[in-house]
T-cell receptor, first 114, second 119 residues
Framework: DAKTTQPTSMDCAEGRAANLPCNHSTISGNEYVYWYRQIHSQGPQYIIHGLKNNETNEMASLIITEDRKSSTLILPHATLRDTAVYYCIVRVGGITGANSKLTFGKGITLSVRP | DVKVTQSSRYLVKRTGEKVFLECVQDMDHENMFWYRQDPGLGLRLIYFSYDVKMKEKGDIPEGYSVSREKKERFSLILESASTNQTSMYLC??????????????????FGPGTRLTVT
């Protein structure tokens, strides 16, 4: 699976959009981009994933660049409860990827300030 | 809702003891995983299992073994606990599935974690 690089930390004001970047310049054509987050003292939680189109769900939006070498997770209206470590992961999809592992890096610590 | 439960939230064991960490999921998922998490190192995969009686080594399997006799249960075993195995242990399960929109989804569900201290 391709490696990802994320900044170590960032902060944003409550109510504002939080834009979390991720670089995955070695991503291959059949690899998906996944985002998870981990709130303190809890297990990681799935947020969203995508292949090449932008995706949106009730938690967040995922914007993937046309060359797929980077992506941005957007929390449109950050709240204090969004303070967490956010992990960007790429892994193979399809049947090939069905039994493969997720490799978590160190993630980015998002601090939402009042 | 998918539920992944771990047998203990906190555990204290002595060096040299045999330790069993149990994980149970209630969604008939094929894949199950054991990770450990340490400050500054993120989550590291110890072992995973993609079906009953199947297991694969992750990135740091040394000092650990696993057992998957039933689909819903995945056990992590520390044969002889050592102080460097003091850590937070997280179990996860995953289904090979498709969402209603027709997109493949391999969402992984995590348990609450077991904080193991080896003294």
């Amino acid at each position: 699976d391709a490696k990802t690089t994320q900044p170590t930390s960032m902060d944003c004001a409550e109510g504002r959009a939080a834009n979390l970047p991720c670089n995955h310049s070695t991503i291959s054509g059949n690899e998906y981009v996944y985002w998870y987050r981990q709130i303190h003292s809890q297990g990681p939680q799935y947020i969203i994933h995508g292949l090449k189109n932008n995706e949106t769900n009730e938690m967040a939006s995922l914007i993937i660049t046309e060359d797929r070498k980077s992506s941005t997770l957007i929390l449109p209206h950050a709240t204090l409860r969004d303070t967490a470590v956010y992990y960007c992961i790429v892994r193979v999809g399809g049947i090939t990827g069905a039994n493969s592992k997720l490799t978590f890096g160190k993630g980015i610590t998002l601090s939402v300030r009042p | 809702d998918v539920k992944v439960t771990q047998s203990s939230r906190y555990l204290v064991k002595r060096t040299g003891e045999k330790v069993f960490l149990e994980c149970v999921q209630d969604m008939d998922h094929e894949n199950m995983f054991w990770y450990r998490q340490d400050p500054g190192l993120g989550l590291r995969l110890i072992y995973f299992s993609y079906d009953v009686k199947m297991k694969e080594k992750g990135d740091i399997p040394e000092g650990y073994s696993v057992s998957r006799e039933k689909k819903e249960r995945f056990s992590l075993i520390l044969e002889s606990a050592s102080t460097n195995q003091t850590s937070m242990y997280l179990c996860a399960s995953r289904s090979m599935g498709w969402s209603f929109s027709g997109r493949q989804t391999y969402e992984q569900y995590f348990g609450p974690g077991t904080r193991l201290t080896v003294t």
